[in-house]
């Protein structure tokens, strides 16, 4: 079956250190996109892609970092710059032009301590 | 800049009720999307439903129906014959297709809402 695969689920890393979040698709869908989501809060974007070796800014880039080297892999690096990386992340795609919206992947809880 | 806005935090409806989840937006830009998303406690995230702007009818999807209020920048989701299994938290979203940026969803804050039983 077609889907997005996040991995892992949950995350735990010390305070100062980076790390990747994996986001792997098999939809042949060439957008990708990158939210955070707080408690009590909606999804903000972070970074999306609408071609391989192309990504723009979201609303909240700062601290993050990412690649797509390929169509089906966009990782997510959380860097020790950003100031308070604990939330849940999660990754969709979509086909550009397309009316409908996004796929998601099932997310990854990231926890800094 | 687009916007949703969400007000209610939280609902609670009875099993076999409907309720209604509001949504209002706001955009300058004539052609655009509207979607309702499911969130369950696992985290997932759920199409239920989508609206364009120049749909001239209601969108529905089996128990779920959206109230498109054009004029009044409402995309109001209705989920008829509630059940337990709608217990979840329901965020509206909205896509710019004019602009450069027509790939972005634009989420609310979310309603959860309590199925009782």
């Known amino acids: 079956d077609g889907g997005i695969t996040q991995s892992p689920k949950y995350l735990f890393r010390k305070e100062g250190q980076n790390v990747t979040l994996s986001c792997e698709q098999n939809?042949?869908?060439?957008?990708m996109y990158w939210y955070r989501q707080d408690p009590g809060q909606g999804l903000r974007l972070i970074y999306y892609?609408?071609?391989?070796?192309?990504?723009q800014k979201g609303d909240i880039a700062e601290g993050y970092s990412v690649s797509r080297e390929k169509k089906e892999s966009f990782p997510l690096t959380v860097t020790s710059a950003q100031k308070n990386p604990t939330a849940f992340y999660l990754c969709?795609?979509?086909?550009?032009?397309?009316?409908?919206?996004?796929?998601f992947g099932s997310g990854t809880r990231l926890t800094v301590v | 800049a687009q916007k949703i806005t969400q007000t209610q935090p939280g609902m609670f409806v009875q099993e076999k009720e409907a309720v209604t989840l509001d949504c209002t937006y706001d955009?300058?830009?004539?052609?655009?999307?509207l979607f309702w998303y499911k969130q369950p406690s696992s985290g997932e995230m759920i199409f239920l439903i989508y609206?364009?702007?120049?749909?001239?009818q209601n969108a529905t999807e089996g128990r779920y129906s959206l109230n498109f209020q054009k004029a009044r920048k409402s995309a109001n989701l209705v989920i008829s014959a509630s059940q337990l299994g709608d217990s979840a938290m329901y965020f509206c979203?909205?896509?710019?297709?004019?602009?450069?940026?027509?790939?972005?969803?634009?989420f609310g804050k979310g309603t959860l809402l309590t199925v009782n039983p």
């Open positions: 969709a795609s979509s086909i550009p032009g397309q009316t409908y919206g996004y796929t």
């Open positions: 892609s609408q071609i391989v070796n192309d990504f």
């Open positions: 979203a909205m896509r710019d297709f004019s602009g450069g940026s027509n790939y972005k969803l634009t």
């Open positions: 939809l042949n869908h060439d957008a």
């Open positions: 955009t300058s830009d004539p052609s655009y999307g």
């Open positions: 609206q364009g702007s120049y749909d001239q």
